[in-house]
């Protein structure tokens, strides 16, 4: 094991990948010379040369649909949005093009490439730059999409996908790139997608989350020990594919559940998760399954006005508390 | 919806040896007319088969362009690729595709090229290198250019071509995509079918540059012909294929085209935005398989009895694609959810309507 930033965890991830397959090349603005506007490629560059690490215009729309395109002849690219706020304008190539297109030609193009960046909120960045973008990404069929929360599942889950075979939009946390964790150093570490990780066990209440709220939820089950509640937090790491068979175990074993993330509470990710747990666990619910989201509203500049939209661990409690009927 | 009359009504009297011209030999001539006859007979059975209900959804049909298809792609390598846009059935065709797989795929069959999932604007055929069949105007620009980064990536010498309509130039795609190919001197070469209507808007009423102007802001050489003179279009790309094979970076290329029938099924030959007038004088003056046979009259490398097998050869390959298409089962419900993924994950759900993973 080694201590690594959840920055240095990607790096790592990517170095280890493309020297693995010289299929794999990563492009994006600012990735190259200067190694990542959060020097998540720092050196790569000078280690694979610039057909493989390419700083592209800002142009997302046309690097995106290159990308796509280039995994339609053969190879593996990573994109990097500098954050998933101006993967907007990639959109129609990321739905249109690789989600589609695997099934639309019936299976003569797989599209094996990875959409990667940062996307929520992070300190006073306001509305256009504070959002959480998982949901229009889960929402496509054709699309898979990654949230890791720590150093570790950050290596492992880009190494996964990396090498899937399909489009994967793999979202990071701004606010996590200096986390430190324990990281396995075995180059073959891979965690699979799918398989969501019980971050904090306890039988009271489930919390379950993704991304970058995992780490509010563990402050509120931090704080809810502390009045003899005990609450497990289920990490999803990965929202399509998606564990349900440990979001049943954890709602069997609790009967109360409150769904944390960090984007808008309409068709949310929550949203889907809590339609699930009703129509395939409807009679292990001891009470109502809530949500936690952001506030239903663009991120506002001001600080005192961001804390109330954002979700915290004290919302978290007192969610957890009411379900607990406490 | 009358049919093409291939029937010459007049002799031309001029005698200048346009197949020298052009480098084409007459034999290589033939072949260019036998294959625009075919694509002629093949949209006309599409057209038929659409009116009595045989192919549904959106349709555009090419019939007016077939010299502009086979002028471009006929020079082409195998190993080279082609994209185009959704008014691709034939560009397919002339890429390699099996005139029947094309028909079956417009019939929604299971023998179609994309198994009957993606009609008739998403047409692929990975073997043959035709890479579909895309349906957002200008989309198909960016990935071309990514097929272009690939071919470079991998040091191979294969060159790719993108059609795109003139319409499309107007998206921003098709610039961030220009501009990049541009920087990074990649081997594709951009061709819009310029047929002077986007859908019903002329192309005039949209943009205050003229079609020619639109590469070279992006420091890319721009050309343009005349795609209803199949000869001149072959020896341009001929040349242009060499140019951008040899490593001289992209070319963006004004092929200049007419089409005789609206923008898709829905539409009438005419409509509201163009006179019918106008799409008479060029289906009379600027027919690219008229104009072609006329060239091969005249050199004597063929007569009318030669023009007429050729083309009972095209009618029989069109009806032959029909009955093959008809003949052809639907998908089986088994593959609704067939390809939707490329990998099934060992752990997790992917499908989340309660029936994918049955």
Not at chain 1, 262 to 279: L, N, R
Not at chain 2, 334 to 346: D, G, H, P
Request: with cysteine; glycine share 10%.
């Amino acid at each position: 094991m080694a201590t690594l930033t959840y920055r240095d965890a990607l790096n790592e991830a990517l170095r280890e990948e493309m020297a693995r397959d010289p299929d794999v090349f990563m492009m994006g603005e600012e990735v190259a010379q200067y190694d990542g506007a959060y020097k998540v490629s720092k050196g790569l560059l000078e280690e694979f040369g610039d057909m493989r690490m390419v700083d592209s215009p800002i142009s997302e729309l046309g690097f995106t649909g290159l990308c796509v395109g280039a995994a339609m002849a053969g190879l593996r690219p990573v994109v990097e949005f500098m954050t998933f706020n101006f993967a907007f304008l990639a959109i129609d190539q990321v739905i249109n093009s690789a989600a589609k297109m695997h099934y639309m030609s019936e299976g003569q193009f797989p599209m094996p490439l990875v959409f990667r960046g940062p996307t929520g909120a992070a300190l006073q960045l306001s509305a256009q730059h504070s959002q959480a973008c998982e949901t229009y990404y889960s929402h496509a069929p054709g699309c898979k999409v990654v949230t890791p929360a720590t150093p570790a599942d950050a290596k492992g889950l880009l190494k996964a996908s990396i090498r899937d075979e399909d489009p994967v939009a793999f979202m990071e946390g701004e606010l996590l790139y200096n986390l430190k964790g324990e990281v396995p150093e075995d180059d073959d570490f891979i965690i699979p997608l799918g398989v969501a990780d019980l971050k904090h066990e306890g039988g009271d209440v489930s919390i379950i989350t993704h991304g970058k709220m995992v780490h509010v939820a563990l402050q509120a089950a931090g704080n809810l020990e502390k009045d003899g509640i005990h609450a497990d937090v289920l990490d999803l790491r990965t929202i399509r594919p998606l564990d349900m068979d440990a979001i049943l175990a954890t709602v069997a074993k609790t009967n109360r559940v409150v769904y944390l993330e960090e984007g808008w509470p309409y068709a949310g990710t929550g949203a889907q998760i809590v339609s699930m747990i009703q129509e395939e666990a409807f009679d292990h619910l001891d009470a109502p399954i809530l949500r936690v989201t952001q506030a239903d509203i663009p991120m506002p500049y001001a600080k005192n006005l961001e804390n109330l939209a954002k979700p915290n661990a004290d919302r978290v409690v007192a969610a957890c508390l009411k379900v607990l009927y406490r | 919806m009358a049919e093409t009359k291939i029937k010459s009504k007049k002799k031309s009297t001029k005698k200048i040896d346009v197949f020298k011209e052009h480098g084409v030999s007459p034999k290589l001539a033939l072949d260019m007319i036998r294959n625009m006859l075919l694509y002629r007979r093949f949209e006309e059975k599409v057209e038929e088969a659409y009116a009595i209900g045989k192919i549904g959804g959106f349709c555009h049909l090419h019939i007016g362009q077939e010299g502009a298809c086979v002028g471009s792609i006929k020079p082409l390598r195998d190993d080279d690729y082609v994209m185009s846009a959704y008014r691709e059935h034939t560009q397919a065709i002339a890429k390699g595709v099996e005139p029947n797989a094309v028909m079956a795929e417009l019939y929604g069959r299971a023998d179609g090229a994309s198994g009957g999932k993606g009609g008739s604007m998403h047409i692929f055929n990975a073997a043959t290198r035709f890479m579909g069949g895309h349906g957002i105007v200008g989309g198909q620009v960016p990935l071309a250019t990514g097929i272009a980064w690939k071919i470079k990536y991998r040091k191979e010498d294969s060159v790719v071509i993108v059609y795109m309509g003139d319409a499309a130039v107007n998206q921003g795609a098709f610039h961030e995509a220009l501009n990049m190919a541009a920087v990074w001197e990649l081997p594709a070469i951009y061709v819009v079918e310029n047929n002077g209507y986007g859908m019903g808007t002329a192309f005039s009423r949209v943009s205050k540059t003229d079609m020619a102007s639109k590469a070279v802001p992006h420091g890319i050489p721009s050309s343009s012909v005349d795609g209803q003179d199949v000869l001149a279009t072959y020896a341009h790309f001929r040349d242009l294929a060499e140019e951008v094979r040899g490593g001289g970076g992209p070319r963006f290329v004004d092929l200049k085209t007419y089409r005789f029938r609206g923008h898709s099924m829905s539409d009438p030959v005419s409509g509201t935005y163009r006179p019918t007038a106008e799409v008479e004088k060029k289906k009379e003056e600027n027919d690219p398989i008229t104009i072609l046979r006329d060239h091969l009259f005249v050199a004597g490398h063929m007569d009318q009895e030669g023009l007429e097998a050729m083309d009972a050869e095209a009618r029989q390959i069109s009806q032959g694609a029909a009955d093959f298409a008809e003949a052809s089962p639907l998908p089986d419900p088994s593959q609704l959810y067939a390809n939707v993924w490329a990998e099934i994950n060992a752990n997790g759900r992917l499908f989340f309507d309660g029936r994918g993973e049955e």
